[in-house]
């Protein structure tokens, strides 16, 4: 009876950590489910917005400009922002007001990106922080499932601030 | 004849079952809770629990930390191992950097190696994101006579001020 138990239970602990094992090869490989929340990216991605981000971009160096993505926060490494990358490493950025007069530019340094939200006047992003390590990218969003009326690919950026 | 393929058939099941356990598995504890790795290069060399080249070390991935290998913000390819001197808040006497006192910005650090001058780390790109850490060696595993616990110490004469200091 004891020993029945005892398989039972311990036949059960291996199944959760290997399904457990291979969710997080998935997850961490492959891609996951997001949540989106806040308005920095408005009107590409609106608040509770569910979308999919791939992984595989991020860790074979295929991000490119105007990819929208997921990454760790500089300044929190619990918080996540989701972003479009407007510069790589190497490119000439426009970091003065389009109203200004004087335009001030500056270069992304190396194994940098610059990153900005669609919503230029709501959005915490590279204009106040400067540039962001590549290695904080989590991953490229690929797809919008949720809600259904806008399901697909994401659209263009709407600002004009890739050069 | 048949008997020998049905066993041939067990046994690539069994492999194949196998290798879809081993391998998640795998790639989880490595990712998740601990991992080796070779140290290249010398800028850690000259004190303390003395990392050489090619010092094998274990590393658990976890919050504390001393010397810390973490993605380099130059190349995201590549690792670098640096000693943690400074976390958020603290003040820093730099030594080559462009300014001569730096505070740590929130939700990073400031790493150095203890080779001054052979490493390249805080003092040529500034403070660290702490989202760019990997986990925090514990252990000299190779070569066997040097087995030892890594602890945590500061090198003489570096670290973040105090408050006294700063005042004064």
Request: include cysteine; hydrophobic fraction near 35%.
């Amino acid at each position: 009876m004891f020993r029945r138990v005892l398989g039972t239970t311990l036949g059960f602990v291996g199944y959760t950590i290997q399904y457990g094992c291979i969710a997080h090869c998935a997850f961490e490989y492959i891609g996951e489910f997001v949540i989106c929340s806040g308005p920095s990216m408005e009107p590409t991605i609106v608040n509770r917005d569910i979308v999919f981000s791939e992984r595989m971009s991020r860790h074979l160096c295929k991000i490119q400009k105007g990819d929208v993505i997921i990454a760790k926060s500089p300044f929190d490494p619990k918080l996540n922002i989701c972003k479009r990358v407007i510069g790589l490493e190497g490119d000439k950025i426009c970091t003065s007001a389009p109203s200004d007069v004087f335009k001030t530019h500056t270069y992304v340094p190396k194994g940098h990106v610059w990153l900005e939200g669609d919503n230029l006047r709501n959005s915490t992003d590279s204009r106040s922080y400067g540039p962001v390590p590549y290695a904080l990218i989590r991953g490229r969003i690929c797809l919008k499932l949720w809600p259904l009326h806008s399901f697909g690919t994401l659209s263009e950026s709407p600002t004009r601030r890739i050069i | 004849m048949a008997q020998r393929a049905t066993a041939g058939r067990r046994y690539l099941r069994a492999f194949v079952s196998g290798f879809f356990i081993a391998v998640p598995v795998t790639v989880t504890v490595l990712d998740r809770f601990a991992y080796l790795a070779r140290v290249e290069g010398a800028s850690m060399q000259p004190t303390a629990s003395h990392l050489y080249e090619h010092d094998l070390l274990v590393f658990p991935v976890c919050f504390m930390y001393v010397y810390c290998p973490l993605r380099s913000p130059r190349n995201p390819q590549q690792k670098i191992i640096k000693r943690v001197i400074g976390l958020e808040g603290d003040f820093i006497r730099t030594l080559s950097y462009k300014n001569r006192y730096v505070r740590v910005p929130d939700g990073h650090f400031w790493i150095e190696g203890d080779h001054h001058g052979h490493s390249l780390d805080s003092n040529s790109f500034g403070p660290v994101s702490v989202g760019l850490l990997h986990g925090r060696a514990s252990h000299i595993i190779w070569p066997p006579n040097r087995w030892q616990r890594i602890r945590a110490s500061l090198p003489a004469n570096r670290g973040p001020l105090d408050t006294e200091e700063d005042e004064g």
